[in-house]
C-alpha cells in the first residue's frame, strides 16, 4: 500500500474544517484551537460553526470548507472540527484527483474515518488517525508531542502506544495499519470508497453501540470478504458500548471473532472515543506480535526496535 502526504513543519498553516456534526462545545473547541496555536498558524473559517439539523451546516457549505482547504496551496493539513455523523454525504462530491495532487492530510477519528478511508483508496494520500479539534485540549503532553512529530517528521511513521497491549490471539503479522471507526468502515464495505484491506492491520474502534451491533457489523464485514483478506486486528476503545440484559460484552464478541478468524488479534490500543487517543498514521506499516489469549503483545514500526512497554 503505497501513500503519504506532506509533512508540516512549525508555523504551517492548518485550516478547520466540519464536514460532519455541529460543534456542540464551544469551550472545548477554542480549547483545541489554542493548542494547536501553539505550533500552527490555524486558519478556521465561520462556515465550521454553522448548524442544520444534526450538520454543521448544509451538504453544500460543509463540503465547500473542505474543499477550499484542499484547494488552498497554503495550507498544509486539515484539522476536522469534530465527528459525529455527515462526513459519508460528501464523499462523492468531493475531488480527488485534486486531494492526490495536494496531498495533505486531515487528521480526525470518528465520522472522519469515511474521508480517510476514501483518501486513501482514491487519492492514494496518508491520514492521520487522532484528535479533532473538540478532543484536541484534553490529551497528554506526550500524546500531543507524537501526533506533532508523526504530522512534522519525514522519519516518523508510528510509535507504540504508552500503554500495555493484550493479546486476544496468537500470531505474529506485519502490515499496514489501517482503518478506525467500525460504523463507518461497515458503511463503505462494497463502496469505492473503502480501500483495499488485503495483508493490512485493520484498527477497529467504536462509541455507544451494543454488543449484538457490534457483531452485526463484524460479521458483515466477514461476509462480504474484507475480513478474509485482512492479516490482524488491532482493537481501540469501544466506549459505552454497555450489555444488554443477556449480558454478552463487546469483549465476549471480540474474543469469538478473534476465535474464528485465526490471525493475531490484540486489544488495549488507546484510540478511538476514549479520553485518550494516540494518533496514528494511515498505512504506516506495523509489526504486530500477540502471544496466548491475555498475554502481552506488542507493536512497534518494522524496521525498529522498540515496542509497546
Not at 448548524?51 to 484542499?70: E, H, N, P, Q, W
Not at 478468524?261 to 506499516?285: C, D, E, K, T, Y
Request: proline share 6%; aromatic share 6%.
Amino acid at each position: 500500500m503505497e501513500a503519504s502526504f506532506h509533512k508540516l513543519g512549525p508555523g504551517s498553516r492548518v485550516a478547520v474544517a466540519s464536514p460532519s456534526s455541529a460543534i456542540v462545545d464551544r469551550a472545548a473547541f477554542r480549547a483545541g484551537i489554542r493548542a494547536l496555536s501553539e505550533r500552527y498558524e490555524v486558519s478556521v473559517p465561520p462556515e465550521v460553526f454553522r448548524v442544520k439539523g444534526f450538520l454543521a451546516g448544509t451538504d453544500r457549505s460543509r463540503l465547500r470548507t473542505l474543499v477550499a482547504a484542499i484547494g488552498d496551496a497554503s495550507t498544509a493539513a486539515i484539522f476536522a472540527a469534530r465527528g459525529g455523523h455527515g462526513s459519508t454525504r460528501l464523499l462523492a462530491s468531493i475531488d480527488w484527483e485534486e486531494w492526490y495532487r495536494r496531498r495533505i492530510p486531515i487528521v480526525g477519528f470518528s465520522d472522519v474515518t469515511a474521508i480517510q478511508m476514501a483518501a486513501l483508496a482514491l487519492a492514494g494520500v496518508s491520514t492521520v488517525h487522532g484528535p479533532t479539534v473538540t478532543s484536541l485540549a484534553r490529551q497528554p503532553r506526550a500524546y500531543l508531542a507524537h501526533l506533532f512529530r508523526l504530522l512534522e517528521d519525514p522519519s516518523y511513521d508510528f510509535a507504540a502506544p504508552p500503554c500495555r497491549l493484550r493479546s486476544l490471539r496468537q500470531g505474529r503479522v506485519t502490515g499496514n495499519l489501517v482503518g478506525g471507526n467500525l460504523t463507518m468502515l461497515d458503511q463503505l464495505a462494497g463502496t469505492a470508497f473503502l480501500p483495499d484491506l488485503s495483508g493490512c492491520v485493520l484498527f477497529v474502534e467504536d462509541v455507544g453501540e451494543a454488543p449484538y451491533r457490534v457483531d452485526r457489523m463484524l460479521v458483515h464485514l466477514r461476509n462480504a470478504g474484507i475480513l478474509d483478506r485482512i492479516a490482524g486486528v488491532l482493537v481501540g476503545d469501544f466506549t459505552a458500548c454497555r450489555p444488554r440484559k443477556d449480558g454478552v460484552t463487546v469483549d465476549d464478541v471480540l474474543e469469538e471473532h478473534a476465535r474464528t478468524l485465526r490471525i493475531p488479534f490484540a486489544a488495549g490500543m488507546p484510540s478511538g472515543h476514549g479520553r485518550r487517543n494516540w494518533a496514528f498514521l494511515q498505512g504506516a506499516v506495523v509489526d504486530m506480535k500477540c502471544g496466548q489469549r491475555g498475554e502481552r503483545a506488542t507493536l512497534m514500526p518494522v524496521g525498529r526496535t522498540e515496542a509497546s512497554p
